[in-house]
């Protein structure tokens, strides 16, 4: 039998002969995959554990990682580093949900002050403060005071009253049960003194590799308020100088050139912020959930199907995309919390502004019953304003987590039971245009014909429209605009179309100034915005391309008219060549309704004498049935009748004609009208072709 110090010598020898992990020096940890769970193996008086630690810290800040480094630099500042403890104040607060704990956000801000008080530059006490305090200047933006226990249902109902008034000290007044109700709004001075001291704190933190980023977010939280889109601009611009490598110094950039009206300018930036996201965010950012209703397939690609959203493809930028990443970045600096990682876009709030852009009015305030009815009066709502229609939300534990406003449940009878994210989604179908393009945001549009005739001018050419504006589009605003074979916008001059009536035929002239472009598209693109008796509605009119007449002896298009007169033009008529034309919408012409036809030659050699000689000739066959020709006779200029052709003479190598038709039968249908036209000095000929329908 062993004696009890033989087994404990026997342990020993056992246990010395297993093999010993080598211990990690602090400076070996910062190249594990996890820094932190390798550092608090580390002892603690082991050489540069406080340096480790720093390291990492300040890598996490690199990172946007508060979490990990609240940890990591309060061991830094325990015995070494205490020029770090500013920051490690911060990082405690904000990245240890420290946020909702009043009183430990009442400790710092006195430790803030303190560290400030000997070193006024001390970042992580500037950012503290800043952001302690740009916190407050956002709840007052658009901020009314309302009496306590007045109905929240009839509150967010008067917020349209106020939704423009946000300087301080502005009033209006609402009935309510018969009683005038005084409202206040009383938002932030952009000169007062809390405002200057927290930007200019901010600002100190603006040039910190590792915190810059939170700062920025702070300052355009409060330039957002304010509507100061230079401040932000300047400010982005700022943190880029100091980290190139960052997406929001850009991303914020396009936000402030956005709202500034340099639409090129926000392009640029929001492609290279998007270039700069992680792979993670970029995909996040781009999902076409954030835009499509519920009902919708979602695009396995959508990298693609943002390319095929690009409203605008003549030119280089993508303005669907761009006012895509615009509205993301404003609802991920004013609702998202960078120090969890959650994105703005995922709150209720931040949904609305991703899918129906930025409101055109707000308001908040705070008062009201709670929706279950009771009489708190220190409820927190806000109302975002559109065109037509408005959102609701609520903000009761009062930490700044807004959801949809929820009334009594009556309110919502015969809603679906699966709708419990958009619940408030009142306006799904009421999809809201983005700002400043005359377009839809889904491609789903409505293609209506159109007639086009194209024409040489001094310079290059003119393009004629004609169409007939459909119900329901009388308010509609509208662009017109001529493509090239390769989908480059190639018109200039004003876009606009008028007279613009609902029901009635429209004519516009657009002019390409290109030597030989080759092909036309016309195209004109009508928009009726959202209203909360129907969605968006946008119908594009179109045609076949028409051939641009580049040879040296060519025809013009043959315009269909129905009515041609001399003399000066009117609203609604084309005027050429001394003549009043109105275009017919869309070459469809009674029985009994005379039928003009518009056309130019170009190019007439001249002959010995100096003059022209050339022919028309004009046949209308059915297109069905290629018979004998149906046209009686013609009229020319002055109604002079001229058969089915006639021959002329002139001075001028280029010369523009209408003709009256008259056809021998009376049957309905599709024809096709075609004009010859034969140079008898240069023995050669040229032909042009349109559809005509009788009724």
Same mark, same amino acid.
């Given at each position: 039998?062993?004696?009890?110090?033989?087994?404990?010598?026997?342990?020993?020898?056992?246990?010395?002969?297993?093999?010993?992990?080598?211990?990690?020096?602090?400076?070996?940890?910062?190249?594990?995959?996890?820094?932190?769970?390798?550092?608090?193996?580390?002892?603690?008086?082991?050489?540069?554990?406080?340096? #480790?630690?720093?390291?990492?810290?300040?890598?996490?800040?690199?990172?946007?990682?508060?979490?990990?480094?609240?940890?990591?630099?309060?061991?830094?500042?325990?015995?070494?580093?205490?020029?770090?403890?500013?920051?490690?104040?911060?990082?405690?607060?904000?990245?240890?949900?420290?946020?909702?704990?009043?009183?430990?956000?009442?400790?710092? =801000?006195?430790?803030?002050?303190?560290?400030?008080?000997?070193?006024?530059?001390?970042?992580?006490?500037?950012?503290?403060?800043?952001?302690?305090?740009?916190?407050?200047?956002?709840?007052?933006?658009?901020?009314?005071?309302?009496?306590?226990?007045?109905?929240?249902?009839?509150?967010?109902?008067?917020?349209?009253?106020?939704?423009?008034?946000?300087?301080?000290?502005?009033?209006?007044?609402?009935?309510?049960?018969?009683?005038?109700?005084?409202?206040?709004?009383?938002?932030?001075?952009?000169?007062?003194?809390?405002?200057?001291?927290?930007?200019?704190?901010?600002?100190?933190?603006?040039?910190?590799?590792?915190?810059?980023?939170?700062?920025?977010?702070?300052?355009?939280?409060?330039?957002?308020?304010?509507?100061?889109?230079?401040?932000?601009?300047?400010?982005?611009?700022?943190?880029?100088?100091?980290?190139?490598?960052?997406?929001?110094?850009?991303?914020?950039?396009?936000?402030?050139?956005?709202?500034?009206?340099?639409?090129? #300018?926000?392009?640029?930036?929001?492609?290279? *912020?998007?270039?700069?996201?992680?792979?993670?965010?970029?995909?996040?950012?781009?999902?076409?959930?954030?835009?499509?209703?519920?009902?919708?397939?979602?695009?396995?690609?959508?990298?693609?199907?943002? =390319?095929?959203?690009?409203?605008?493809?003549?030119?280089?930028?993508?303005?669907?995309?761009?006012?895509?990443?615009?509205?993301?970045?404003?609802?991920?600096?004013?609702?998202?919390?960078?120090?969890?990682?959650?994105?703005?876009?995922?709150?209720?709030?931040?949904?609305?502004?991703?899918?129906?852009?930025?409101?055109?009015?707000?308001?908040? +305030?705070?008062?009201?019953?709670?929706?279950?009815?009771?009489?708190?009066?220190?409820?927190?709502?806000?109302?975002?304003? +559109?065109?037509?229609?408005?959102?609701?939300?609520?903000?009761?534990? =009062?930490?700044?987590?807004?959801? +949809?406003?929820?009334?009594? &449940?009556?309110? $919502?009878?015969?809603?679906?039971?699966?709708?419990?994210?958009?619940?408030?989604?009142?306006?799904?179908?009421?999809?809201?245009? $983005?700002?400043?393009?005359?377009?839809?945001?889904?491609? &789903?549009?409505?293609?209506?014909?159109?007639?086009?005739?194209?024409? =040489?001018?001094?310079?290059?050419?003119?393009?004629?429209?004609?169409?007939?504006?459909?119900?329901?589009?009388?308010?509609?605003?509208?662009?017109?605009?001529?493509?090239?074979?390769?989908?480059?916008?190639?018109?200039? *001059?004003?876009?606009?179309?008028?007279?613009?009536?609902?029901?009635?035929?429209?004519?516009?002239?657009?002019?390409?100034?290109?030597?030989?472009?080759?092909?036309?598209?016309?195209?004109?693109?009508?928009?009726?915005?959202?209203?909360?008796?129907?969605? #968006?509605?946008?119908?594009?009119?179109?045609?076949?391309?028409?051939?641009?007449?580049?040879?040296? $002896?060519?025809?013009?298009?043959?315009?269909?008219?129905?009515?041609?007169?001399?003399?000066?033009?009117?609203?609604?008529?084309?005027?050429?060549?001394?003549?009043?034309? $109105?275009?017919?919408?869309?070459?469809?012409?009674?029985?009994?309704?005379?039928?003009?036809?518009?056309?130019?030659?170009?190019?007439?050699?001249?002959?010995?004498?100096?003059?022209?000689?050339?022919?028309?000739?004009?046949?209308?066959?059915?297109?069905?049935?290629?018979?004998?020709?149906?046209?009686?006779?013609?009229?020319?200029?002055?109604?002079?009748?001229?058969?089915?052709?006639?021959?002329?003479?002139?001075?001028?190598?280029?010369?523009?004609?209408?003709?009256?038709?008259?056809?021998?039968?009376?049957?309905?249908?599709?024809?096709?009208?075609?004009?010859?036209?034969?140079?008898?000095?240069?023995?050669?000929?040229?032909?042009?072709?349109?559809?005509?329908?009788?009724?």
């Amino acid at each position: 039998m062993l004696r009890p110090s033989a087994i404990l010598i026997a342990l020993i020898l056992v246990g010395s002969s297993l093999p010993v992990q080598a211990q990690r020096t602090a400076a070996q940890c910062l190249t594990e995959d996890q820094p932190a769970v390798c550092l608090r193996q580390v002892p603690a008086n082991a050489p540069g554990l406080a340096d #480790a630690w720093l390291e990492h810290g300040l890598q996490a800040l690199r990172s946007d990682n508060v979490p990990g480094a609240a940890e990591a630099l309060s061991h830094a500042v325990e015995d070494h580093h205490q020029g770090y403890r500013g920051l490690a104040l911060w990082a405690t607060q904000y990245g240890t949900g420290a946020l909702l704990g009043p009183a430990r956000s009442a400790r710092n =801000r006195s430790r803030a002050r303190a560290l400030l008080r000997r070193d006024s530059l001390d970042v992580g006490a500037n950012l503290l403060l800043g952001t302690q305090d740009a916190r407050e200047l956002a709840r007052r933006a658009h901020r009314a005071k309302v009496p306590a226990g007045t109905n929240a249902d009839w509150l967010t109902g008067r917020a349209a009253a106020g939704s423009r008034a946000t300087g301080p000290g502005v009033r209006f007044s609402e009935r309510y049960r018969g009683e005038t109700v005084d409202i206040s709004v009383a938002s932030a001075r952009p000169d007062g003194r809390l405002m200057r001291t927290t930007l200019a704190r901010l600002r100190r933190a603006l040039g910190s590799e590792e915190v810059g980023a939170f700062a920025l977010r702070q300052l355009a939280q409060i330039h957002i308020g304010t509507d100061d889109w230079p401040a932000l601009s300047e400010d982005a611009s700022a943190f880029r100088r100091v980290r190139p490598d960052h997406a929001l110094g850009y991303l914020t950039g396009a936000l402030a050139a956005d709202r500034e009206g340099r639409a090129e #300018a926000a392009a640029t930036l929001a492609q290279v *912020g998007l270039d700069l996201l992680a792979p993670g965010e970029r995909h996040d950012l781009l999902n076409p959930a954030r835009v499509l209703s519920t009902e919708e397939r979602l695009p396995e690609d959508a990298e693609s199907w943002w =390319r095929d959203q690009d409203p605008i493809a003549l030119t280089p930028d993508n303005e669907r995309l761009t006012e895509h990443v615009v509205r993301w970045v404003y609802a991920d600096v004013r609702f998202g919390n960078p120090y969890e990682g959650e994105p703005g876009a995922n709150t209720n709030p931040g949904s609305v502004i991703v899918r129906y852009g930025m409101p055109v009015g707000e308001m908040q +305030y705070t008062g009201g019953d709670t929706p279950a009815g009771a009489a708190g009066g220190w409820d927190r709502y806000a109302v975002f304003l +559109y065109d037509g229609f408005d959102f609701r939300f609520m903000d009761l534990a =009062r930490t700044g987590e807004w959801s +949809y406003y929820a009334p009594r &449940s009556r309110a $919502f009878e015969g809603w679906r039971g699966d709708t419990e994210l958009r619940s408030a989604d009142y306006v799904l179908l009421a999809r809201q245009r $983005f700002r400043d393009i005359p377009l839809l945001i889904e491609p &789903s549009w409505e293609i209506l014909p159109m007639q086009v005739s194209v024409f =040489r001018a001094s310079r290059g050419y003119d393009v004629v429209m004609a169409g007939i504006v459909p119900d329901g589009l009388g308010d509609a605003d509208r662009a017109a605009f001529v493509l090239d074979s390769g989908s480059r916008m190639v018109s200039l *001059g004003d876009p606009g179309v008028r007279p613009w009536q609902e029901g009635s035929p429209f004519v516009k002239a657009a002019s390409v100034p290109m030597a030989a472009p080759g092909p036309l598209l016309a195209r004109l693109e009508a928009v009726s915005p959202a209203t909360l008796q129907g969605p #968006a509605r946008t119908v594009v009119f179109t045609d076949e391309p028409a051939r641009a007449p580049v040879e040296s $002896f060519a025809v013009s298009s043959v315009l269909l008219a129905d009515l041609i007169e001399e003399g000066e033009v009117a609203e609604g008529l084309w005027n050429r060549d001394g003549l009043a034309i $109105f275009p017919s919408p869309d070459n469809t012409f009674e029985d009994d309704a005379p039928v003009y036809a518009y056309f130019e030659v170009y190019g007439l050699s001249p002959g010995p004498d100096g003059r022209t000689d050339y022919e028309v000739t004009a046949t209308l066959r059915s297109e069905a049935d290629e018979g004998r020709p149906l046209l009686a006779r013609m009229l020319r200029r002055g109604n002079d009748s001229v058969g089915a052709g006639f021959r002329s003479s002139g001075s001028e190598a280029s010369i523009g004609e209408y003709l009256l038709l008259e056809r021998e039968s009376r049957e309905g249908g599709d024809y096709l009208l075609t004009l010859t036209i034969t140079d008898r000095v240069a023995q050669t000929a040229v032909e042009a072709t349109t559809r005509v329908r009788f009724n």
